[in-house]
């Protein structure tokens, strides 16, 4: 009798921590892609999305929502219903770059988001048309700076980290280069190849391919240090000491998520992108796995947009 009270009551005291686990996901998950379909965030996200529905058991749907360099799809993001069930991509352009880049935004990057979790960190690759007589950075540097304003380089909007590349290589080169923004990185890269514009610092996934395909010329990866995907190529700090610009992507949530299904959801994102087909995947794309708390992710995006924000600022760039 002993043995079955303490049993009984055993049981009794785990009931509430059950009870209390939130249940997650309880439909199809809309994940929001804020950016244009097939382009390197795209995919990796789509990887990622793949994965999660094979660990949860429900599906994981990519909705893209693009425009105005990822802040039509955040703003979507921020206005869902707070329960778990609608999530997307975090991304340096709209939580980091967007706040100082725009004079108003339709959200709040401090106030309007659950942060999950990080995902992947990938550099961008510059690339320049056949037609730019410079096989190397220092070549093309001397080239914009004989004849100011000749040259363009193309983006996938403003406040992307393929536009702000470009604003840092303009900054820390001495040069003067025209931005020519497009609605994704498709647009660009299909007039780079169409010359009408010279270069652009893609995402290392589709600019590589294009590389490798003797379509483009690459000439430099804006991280710290050579890419594993491309180690031939330099990086643009071996020329402008300091240089250094990633693109990274996240889980982001409305704001009001409960904090227990945030927990789940960034545990299964960990579990997601720790899977060896996925890391694989990633790596092949040219992307680093980067998972963080939600807190790490928070603080990441703080400190990104002050980091950023002077660079911005001196561009110009600002929209109304």
């Known amino acids: 009798r002993r043995a079955l009270f303490a049993a009984s009551v055993g049981a009794a005291l785990t009931r509430p921590a059950l009870a209390e686990r939130p249940a997650w996901p ?44 990822g802040n039509v799809g955040t703003e979507a993001i921020a206005r869902a219903t707070p329960d778990g069930n609608t999530i997307g991509l975090a991304s340096v352009s709209s939580l980091s770059i967007a706040p100082t880049l725009y004079a108003r935004l339709p959200y709040d990057a401090d106030r309007d988001f659950s942060y999950v979790c990080g995902l992947w960190q990938l550099p961008n690759l510059l690339i320049v048309r056949h037609g730019v007589p410079a096989h190397g950075v220092p070549e093309l540097i001397a080239l914009c700076r004989r004849d100011p304003g000749r040259f363009s380089f193309g983006s996938s909007g403003a406040g992307t980290t393929l536009h702000i590349a470009g604003e840092m290589f303009k900054h820390m080169g001495g040069v003067d280069v ?4 497009y609605r994704g990185g498709a647009h660009a890269y299909n007039d780079l190849l169409g010359g009408r514009v010279d270069m652009v610092f893609g995402n290392i996934p589709e600019a590589l391919r294009l590389s490798r395909e003797g379509q483009v010329r690459p000439l430099a990866v804006t991280g710290a240090a050579r890419s594993p995907q491309a180690p031939e190529v330099p990086a643009m700090a071996e020329f402008l000491p300091g240089y250094e610009i990633n693109s990274w992507g996240g889980v982001l949530g409305p704001a009001g998520i409960p904090p227990a299904t945030v927990e789940r959801i960034a545990a299964a994102g960990r579990e997601a992108v720790e899977n060896a087909d996925v890391r694989r995947q990633f790596e092949e794309k040219g992307a680093s796995v980067w998972w963080t708390t939600p807190e790490g992710l928070a603080e990441f995006r703080r400190e990104n947009e002050v980091r950023f924000a002077p660079l911005v600022r001196a561009s110009g760039a600002q929209v109304d």
């Open 26 to 69: 309880t439909q199809p998950i809309r994940f929001i892609g804020i950016f244009p379909p097939g382009g390197g965030t795209d995919i990796l996200s789509r990887i990622w999305c793949h994965r999660m529905s094979e660990i949860t058991g429900h599906s994981f749907v990519v909705e893209n929502r693009s425009g105005s360099g």
């Open 178 to 181: 025209l931005h020519v923004p």
